[in-house]
């Protein structure tokens, strides 16, 4: 006499699905812990180098801090998850705006008067905060630009299916729309005696 086959359910214990969340949590912390050593990394070097302005030329090191303070607020203050993406932008752009002080400080000889004459300067402030106001500019103008493109984008999409789906009933009649799939049939598997 053939055995029916018997449907075994596949039960997850609440020990093996601790055991799946447990792994989950495990790699996304070392997910994290690796970004947050590139950022270090990062972060490291840019310390070290104003480290190292501050014995060899002090009066550029100042410029430097003062002009990147923007960059300094979003380190010391963001705590988005979205952090090192910002503070990488925002140091780029602040920097752009910064360097050809420093450069003309270097060029003339670094001294504390030279550091008084540029940071008594409008145009310069002007300059290094407006580059930094661009920076800021950009990480919040582009995410709204780019979920404003992706709107549009698929609100078309989903006109030309709404289309699609009018002529489809059109050729076919309502119960195209409306009919539903048969679930599959199972096949009796080969009992084995």
Known sequence: MAQKPTKAKEKTSPKDAGKAGMSAQKSRK???????????????????????MLFVAP???ALAILGLMPTFVILFVDIAPEKSTRLSAMFAFNLAGVLPYMVQMWEQGPSFAN?????????????????????AAVLWVCPVLAAGIQQYLNSDRAYKLEKQREALIKEWGEGVSSARRAPKEQKPAASAQ
């Open 30 to 52: 070392k997910s994290d812990r690796n970004q947050k050593k590139a950022g270090g990394t990062g972060r490291l070097l840019v310390y070290a180098v104003l480290a190292t």
């Open 59 to 61: 009066p550029i090191a």
């Open 115 to 135: 550091l008084m004459r540029i940071v008594g300067d409008v145009m310069a402030w002007t300059v290094m905060l407006g580059a930094a106001g661009a920076g």
